[in-house]
């Protein structure tokens, strides 16, 4: 993928989100930071998207919430992956797997 | 477990929503110092770090609103918090709060008490175990129209035998009343059914106490009887041990077997008692003759079998026993008449429907008016409006908020709307015509307040859907630009405050045309000459109870005379029916004529029997030869007095004053030859709608046994009232007469055309309400279009307009509007017009006054509701305008 971040593909956020939660907790920017290093720079989300994510997921019960102090002694609210969480990061992960593995035959067809 | 994290954050958003909202707050903050530092680390002065860092995160409110919109629960709080908003703005305007509210209120609660009505009278099925089983079967006359006539016992034997359509068959008699003697030893009349056992099993009803006879029980002699609940409380004060006790029914012992339950109603509500047509024994020759009309029937159709297939059957029936029976039943068939419209018919459903329509047309042109005022006022919020729009408001929401703010207006109005419907049922019920059945017991249930709410929500809906899309779409560009100086209204809102003035304009139109319509045919219809003067002539019934010794028609005489001599009286006089509501069913044999015709000829006539002073006290001129005298005595020469119509059908072209008659019923021998003494004036036997018939009159001294009578008395113009010393009068000759009132033949007229005054006073409040509605309504969108145009009518003048140029500006657009409106409405009127014509008389349906009339009505009324506002532009000050932007 060459240019600029591309904007995210739809479902493919959540499991973005708890693929960098995998590593141990994170900030919001943090987990924004993480998704950027991850996709060496593809993706990029905007807290727009980022926190709603959060805030549902959170909901949903797959990550947890706690605050405490970043690196510079900054208050802010980690995010951690829960057991629920990791069971849907895999049948996520599973499901992506698939997909893409669909698309690229498909593409390949000639 | 899922459910339960989710169940955990809704109650925490919901109950923690200030720790909720604090957390989301730092949460962002937090995010925004650290991209600033990030920045900052970057190399970025501090200030430009913090903007980027700005940038970056896209607002700090946006992504809080963004999160919100996530949160399980989040519709339910936006609800609440739209709901106090909404609160919130309606308080800040009581003004436009009220009359909107006032304004649904009007439509919404008329509209719930005349679907009260519809639900209780149409609606509603019979209280019956399958009512819609059930059929009366009528004979009818289809050459003569008569669709309702009665028949004889054996016919019914034969429907019942032959017939495969029915489970049952139960024959009613015609006779519907009774005397009693009351526990208090009083005479009364009461509502009484005579009919065959199958009755009680095809209504499936049972008797709450006691029980029905069966059939093979009536061929025993013991007559017995089951009565109402009413009636056994009134009677027997809820004594269970009324079974087996013996009441005197028409002078003979009859013992109680059974109470229905309260609400049983068959036929009518006031039915006090039940008896079996075959145990009464002054009725026996009934059952067997073949032509004492008498009976009709109430069957239960088999499953599956129509009213249509059973009628068909019939008809077969019918046309065997005519060739059986020639003579008896020529030119009779039979009418299946579903029980449903028996007792609600046809006439009535559409009477209750078109009413019903007419004040959904209220309702509607409410709403318009509710629509205007919301379109101005939304005007007034127009930057507001443009400025939450800039900053982010999603459209939806906008919108969500409008719907919440006239939802919450028409549940405001559904309260005072439901109590005025309340307020009006009392009124229906006293008031209503008394042919309509059951209109006397209508009571608001829950079917009528659901739809009393649905109609609020529906109603809100519709007053806020159109203002709120119209605004909504506005583009907050422009809105925000406009100053007072170019805001001349978007061209849609224009059309759309012209557009509810067109709709309101001819949605009154159509509804005023009908009440003028109905209104010229019923002041027609007041001025029929019904062949005597009813006004001033006072009306009793009485029932003289045969008695060893006297005859009744002794105490009529001295009644008649006494009541003569009370001061104030000019005269009095009986007949035994005023109001007939029969048929002529007497066949006429003229002297020197052989032929004694059937029932199918038009030939028949109607006896009555009338006192000496009956012709002279109704009004009713005497043609011909002469009246009653003393001189026709029980042992002189019979006579009788026909009338017009009589001696046109029976002597055209010769006279009949000295010519000889007799008279009976088929199958019977006839009565005596009757001498024609005179002719006197036609009448109407059955009030203003109904036609004129054979009638003759035979003297009451000659016809002993009449003990029913309807006497009537004409007094002196202005006096005291009368009605009091004639009941004494005839109480003091016979205490035992039985309980009777005294009211006048205009009284006893009205209740024939009641309904008719009823539909005409409705609609044409209706009307006068829609009138006012429109009236406002024009006023208030003129209004708002006026100051609209403030600035344009400002830069007008200033350009060397006239004020007159001005008011003609204003008066032009209301009076193109109100054209368009009258034009669409006539329009209305005139497609309408087929189903109009069904309940006028003597008036055509697009009555040309009427509409010329209503035309120049709403068309005054638009010009005054515009000249108003009009005026104000008038006024307009271009200077002060002009330079206040």
Known sequence: MTGGPTTLLQGTLDLLILRSLLGGELHGLGVSRRIEQMTHGTFFVKPGSLFPALHRMEQEGWISALWGDSENNRRAKYYRLTKAGRKQLTAETERWVRISWAIAQALETP | ?885
């Not at chain 2, 005023?512 to 027609?524: C, D, K, N, Q, V």
């Open chain 2, 1 to 885: 477990m899922p459910f339960f994290v989710k169940g955990r954050s809704f109650l925490r958003n919901f109950f923690m929503s200030r720790r909720v909202e604090a957390d989301l707050d730092k949460e962002v903050h937090s995010h925004l110092e650290m991209l600033a530092e990030e920045n900052v680390r970057a190399g970025m002065p501090r200030n430009e770090a913090r903007r980027v860092a700005q940038i970056e995160l896209g607002g700090v409110a946006q992504v809080k609103e963004q999160v919100r919109e996530q949160r399980i629960g989040h519709w339910l709080q936006s609800a609440i918090s739209d709901c106090r908003f909404a609160f919130r703005r309606l308080r800040k305007s009581p003004g436009f709060t009220v009359v909107a509210v006032l304004t649904m209120a009007l439509g919404i609660g008329i509209n719930t008490a005349m679907f009260c009505v519809i639900e209780n009278i149409v609606l509603r099925p019979l209280p019956y175990h399958n009512p819609a089983s059930v059929v009366m079967l009528w004979s009818s006359v289809p050459k003569k129209d008569i669709q309702r006539n009665w028949t004889s016992y054996p016919d019914i034997q034969d429907w019942r035998s032959e017939s495969r359509a029915f489970t049952q068959v139960a024959a009613v008699f015609r006779v519907d009343t009774a005397t009693i003697v009351s526990r208090t030893g009083e005479v009364e009349h009461i509502k009484a059914e005579h009919v065959s056992s199958e009755l009680f099993s095809i209504l499936g009803v049972a008797p709450q106490l006691g029980r029905s006879w069966s059939a093979s029980e009536e061929d025993k002699r013991t007559p017995v009887a089951v009565i109402s609940h009413a009636f056994w409380q009134t009677q027997f004060g809820d004594s269970p041990d009324v079974i087996g006790k013996l009441i005197e029914v028409d002078k003979q012992p009859v013992v109680i077997v059974g109470v229905m339950p309260a609400g049983f109603n068959f036929p009518a509500a006031d039915t006090m008692i039940w008896l079996p047509v075959t145990l009464i024994p002054q009725w026996q020759a009934y059952l067997t003759a073949r032509q004492a009309d008498a009976f009709a029937a109430v069957a239960q159709l088999k499953p599956n079998v129509t009213p249509k297939q059973a009628q068909d059957e019939m008809r077969g029936i019918s046309s065997r026993l005519k060739d059986r029976y020639p003579q008896f039943e020529a030119g009779k068939s039979v009418n299946v008449v579903p029980l449903a419209i028996e007792f609600v018919g046809p006439n009535v459903r559409a009477s209750l429907w078109m009413l019903f329509a007419s004040v959904l047309f209220v309702l509607v042109i409410a709403c318009t008016n509710v629509a205007g005022l919301i379109l101005s006022r939304h005007r007034s919020h127009e930057k507001e409006y443009a400025i939450r729009l800039a900053l982010g408001a999603g459209r939806a929401r906008l919108m969500g908020q409008h719907l919440v703010e006239n939802l919450l207006l028409s549940l405001f109005a559904a309260l005072p709307g439901f109590g005025l419907a309340a307020a009006l049922i009392p009124v229906v019920r006293s008031y209503g015509p008394a042919d309509i059945r059951g209109l006397s017991d209508i009571r608001l249930d829950p079917v009528v307040l659901l739809f009393c709410a649905l109609l609020s929500v529906f109603t809100g809906f519709i007053c806020g859907f159109i203002p709120a899309w119209f605004n909504v779409r506005r583009d907050p560009h422009g809105a925000m630009k406009a100053n007072s100086r170019t805001m001349a209204g978007s061209l849609a809102q224009r059309r759309l405050g012209g557009f509810l003035i067109v709709l309101q304009l001819a949605l009154a139109m159509v509804l005023i045309t009908g009440a003028g319509s109905m209104a010229r045919s019923f002041l027609r219809l007041h001025n029929v000459d019904l062949g005597y003067q009813p006004q001033g002539l006072l009306f009793l019934h009485l029932d003289v109870p045969a008695r060893r010794g006297s005859e009744p028609v002794e105490l009529y005489r001295e009644a008649l005379a006494r009541i003569h001599s009370l001061p104030a009286v000019k005269n009095a006089g009986a007949i035994d029916a005023l109001f007939s509501g029969y048929v002529p069913d007497d066949v006429v044999e003229v002297a020197g004529r052989p032929h004694l015709p059937t029932a199918e000829d038009s030939d028949a006539a109607s006896s009555h029997v009338a006192s000496d002073g009956y012709f002279e006290t109704a009004g009713i001129p005497l043609l011909q030869g002469r009246s009653f005298g003393a001189t026709d005595g029980p042992h002189s020469q019979p006579v009788a007095i026909i009338n017009r119509s009589m001696a046109e059908t029976f002597w055209p072209g010769q006279n009949p004053v000295g010519k000889q008659f007799r008279y009976g019923v088929p199958g019977e021998p006839p009565s005596a030859w009757q001498t024609v003494i005179g002719i006197v004036g036609n009448t109407l036997p059955n009030g203003r709608e109904s036609r004129a018939f054979s009638q003759f009159f035979l003297p009451q001294s000659q016809v002993p046994s009449a003990a029913s009578m309807d006497v009537i008395v004409r007094e002196e113009r202005g006096t005291v009232p009368l009605a009091d010393s004639i009941r004494a009068t005839i109480l003091s000759l016979d205490p035992n007469i039985p309980r009777f009132n005294v009211t006048t033949v205009e009284t006893k007229l009205e209740e024939l055309g009641n309904r008719r005054a009823l539909e005409t006073w409705l609609l044409g409040l209706f009307s006068a309400i829609s009138l006012l509605l429109a009236a406002i309504g024009v006023y208030g969108l003129i209004s708002y279009s006026v100051t609209e145009r403030t600035s344009e009518i400002a830069i007008r003048m200033a350009l060397g307009a006239a004020r007159f140029d001005i008011l003609k500006l204003v008066l032009g657009q209301v009076l193109v509007l109100a054209g368009i409106g009258l034009f669409l409405g006539l329009g209305g009127a005139l497609v309408l017009s087929h189903i109009a014509s069904r309940f006028l008389f003597g008036v055509a349906s697009t009555d040309g006054p009427t509409l010329a009339l209503t035309t120049f009505l709403l068309l005054a009324v638009a010009l005054v509701s515009g000249a108003i506002p009009a005026r104000r532009a008038m006024k307009v000050e271009p200077v002060t305008i002009l330079s206040s932007v």
